[in-house]
């Protein structure tokens, strides 16, 4: 009989991968089953999977393929001013560099991946795997915040609010970081809050902010990718939330512990400290009990990894794929939204390791003004004080009902008229987007019929015409959907006058064209997509666009750069970032794109249109992976030949946070509406920031 030592120290498990050796303790059997573990701990166990050389090649074979769908590599070789220092990501010769490199585990190999699509700095394109990113969710109980003092200096400070956050979220964990601190400061986080930061890790903070700045990605513009350092807040379905920022919450348990030096408010002396991070089970991930069951249920590919032949009828998986999110649906940042509405309505949405937060804004910061009745999920509507300036706040541009939530944004804002709202702040402060035609919609009513809103009230685009995005076009073409379900279908689609594309037609006559030396093909030039609408617009103009201020953190991408571009561009409304830094340019969208999509939903149309099997398909993905991609790039406004994505979109005015100000929505919308708005007057003094 062989003695259980030696027999777990040989033990071996098989996956669709391979044979994994199993270490002895098993790193993941100690951590299994505890919701809050250290970063180190979860770090073993991610780490402890040797990488095989298939799932190597798979990963490698399948993004590489589904590249050629993605409408921006070329262009990402080299962005344009004013992003040429922002974006210079050749992915395919980083993939070519990574199937050549050696790495310690799989883990090892997926940041790299994931590294290197996030230096597009594009919000669309990514590599997410669920067995590593947000498996353990990484938190400090320190969130973080840009303030401006009244002598126009600007300090990092721990965020005002960062115990009452922390304490309400993090109850179960609160206590091992007052334990933590050391000297007088142990069981003393509270007084921490507001406290100027002097040095991290023993450097000047902004040292920390930029260098964040330089792997966070998702947005061109540096000034947004500092900003996504610091903590924020948004509306979420079910309230009003609080983004901790990338100092705070990190996707992959790599930091063990920070050292601070601060000045605690109302004192002289400093304080350096140590505090640890602690990794929290997340809320996608499947509990587990050793490493086995880590890899089975978090790491193999599942039901919806992959896409379906919707035609074959015996495939339960074709059902599921009507009935039930996307497999990236947890990685959007958008509410959960209906299955049907998301195959139906074209969609345009950022995606990112860290899902949407559900933590909540502390209740002393949420709005006290009472939200009008025509309020819906994210899309909340007030009148502030004056009785002239309504607010739209609206956290995301999709909802779970998108008949519904077109409705209420009408209702809702013509509610703001008849109360007496003369001014209109929209409040797009980390909305990551959703339906192309709700952003449509949205400027359409704001500002009434005219050449900029009809037919079309956003940006024509074009998709990319490689080889086998043609085949799929034939295919259809020779009657290979006869449903009309394909995204592909030229039912779905205008032209640049917007004409609908004659059905059953080939339609993707490719344009060549050289972008940074390389060749490359696009679609011709593709018009509107919403109008008619399915609601009924009114025959003027809600607001008049000198009274409409568009008002964010600078991340607002997808549909919501759609509409912040074209309400700014074509129509001239201002638009203000808060709390950016003074010494960088600050850009009130970023990501812009005409229609996102992911590897799965190709998969989809090459699987039914019978095209699985040609060499340039990608195959089925082994892990329980997801790839976005750009799918359609939007024309330009001011540069209607070159995509809008390289196109600046310089903020009007940059707007300096206060302690009063941080993270309290009314108070920044009262300030900015008494500073902006002429007889927008309030109760309290506005100070000079």
Not at 143 to 157: I, K, M, R
Request: charged share 20%; aromatic share 10%.
């Amino acid at each position: 009989m062989i003695p259980r030592l030696l027999w777990e120290t040989l033990a071996c498990w098989a996956t669709v991968a391979g044979a994994y050796t199993i270490p002895f303790p098993d790193p993941c059997e100690i951590i299994a089953g505890k919701l809050w573990v250290l970063p180190r701990e979860a770090r073993a166990c991610m780490a402890s999977f040797p990488l095989d050389p298939l799932i190597k090649a798979n990963v490698i074979e399948v993004v590489n393929k589904t590249l050629a769908f993605h409408t921006s590599v070329n262009y990402q070789i080299q962005a344009p001013p004013p992003f040429e220092k922002d974006v210079h990501e050749d992915l395919h010769a980083d993939l070519a560099r990574i199937s050549q490199q050696d790495y310690p585990s799989e883990f090892d190999f997926h940041l790299d991946i994931y590294r290197s699509f996030k230096r597009t700095n594009d919000g669309h394109c990514g590599v997410y795997n669920y067995c590593y990113d947000s498996l353990y969710v990484t938190y400090l109980p320190l969130s973080l915040v840009l303030l401006t003092a009244p002598d126009g200096s600007q300090n990092v400070h721990i965020a005002p609010e960062a115990f009452s956050v922390a304490s309400n979220e993090f109850k179960e964990e609160i206590d091992f970081w007052q334990e933590s601190l050391p000297g007088e400061l142990k069981g003393g986080l509270e007084q921490l809050s507001g406290a100027k930061v002097l040095l991290i890790n023993g450097e000047e903070p902004f040292i920390a902010v930029n260098n964040n700045a330089g792997i966070t990605g998702a947005y061109q513009s540096f000034g947004t990718r500092q900003n996504s350092f610091f903590a924020s807040y948004h509306v979420g379905p079910d309230g009003w939330q609080y983004s901790m920022g990338n100092f705070a919450l990190q996707a992959h348990p790599l930091t063990d512990f920070v050292e601070l030096t601060i000045q605690r408010v109302n004192n002289t002396s400093t304080d350096t400290f140590t505090i640890p991070y602690r990794s929290r089970l997340g809320s996608a991930s499947k509990n587990f009990t050793d490493a086995a069951s880590y890899r089975e249920r978090n790491c193999v590919a599942k039901a919806k990894t992959n896409g379906v032949d919707l035609y074959d009828r015996f495939n339960i998986g074709a059902q599921a794929y009507h009935e039930s999110p996307p497999s990236i649906a947890f990685f959007q940042q958008q509410p959960s939204v209906s299955p049907e509405d998301a195959r139906k309505h074209p969609m345009n949405v950022i995606i990112d390791a860290s899902p949407l937060t559900d933590i909540n804004l502390p209740e002393h910061l949420q709005p006290a003004l009472p939200a009008l009745e025509q309020s819906y999920s994210v899309a909340q509507f007030y009148v502030l004080k004056d009785n002239r300036t309504g607010v739209l706040a609206l956290g995301s541009f999709s909802a779970k009902s998108f008949d519904t939530f077109g409705e209420s944004l009408l209702a809702g804002l013509q509610e703001l008229k008849a109360a007496g709202a003369k001014n209109l702040i929209v409040d797009v402060t980390n909305n990551g987007g959703g339906y192309i035609c709700i952003a449509h919609w949205l400027h359409r009513i704001i500002i009434g019929p005219k050449a900029s809103t009809e037919p079309q009230a956003g940006l024509d685009t074009q998709m990319r015409a490689g080889r086998l995005a043609r085949l799929i076009v034939k295919a259809i073409a020779a009657g290979g959907d006869p449903d009309e379900v394909l995204s592909y279908n030229p039912i779905q689609w205008t032209n640049a006058t917007h004409h609908p594309l004659p059905p059953a037609s080939d339609w993707l006559k490719p344009v060549d064209v050289i972008i940074n030396r390389h060749k490359d093909s696009f679609s011709q030039r593709l018009g509107q997509e919403c109008q008619p609408f399915i609601w009924d617009p009114p025959d003027h103009g809600l607001f008049a666009p000198e009274n409409v201020l568009i008002v964010s953190n600078g991340r607002c991408a997808s549909s919501c750069s759609l509409f912040s571009i074209t309400m700014s561009k074509l129509e001239g409304v201002r638009t203000v970032v808060t709390g950016g830094s003074n010494d960088t340019p600050q850009e009130y969208c970023g990501t812009v794109g005409g229609q996102s999509t992911s590897f799965s939903t190709i998969d989809t149309e090459l699987k039914t249109a019978q095209l699985k099997n040609h060499t340039l398909a990608p195959p089925d993905f082994l892990t329980n992976s997801v790839q976005g991609i750009t799918w359609r790039l939007g024309f330009g406004i001011n540069d209607p030949e070159a995509p809008e994505e390289w196109q600046g979109h310089p903020a009007d005015i940059n707007f300096p946070l206060t302690t009063e100000t941080v993270n309290n929505p009314v108070k920044i919308w009262e300030t900015i509406a008494h500073q902006e708005f002429k007889g927008a007057e309030f109760e309290f003094r506005v100070q000079n920031p």
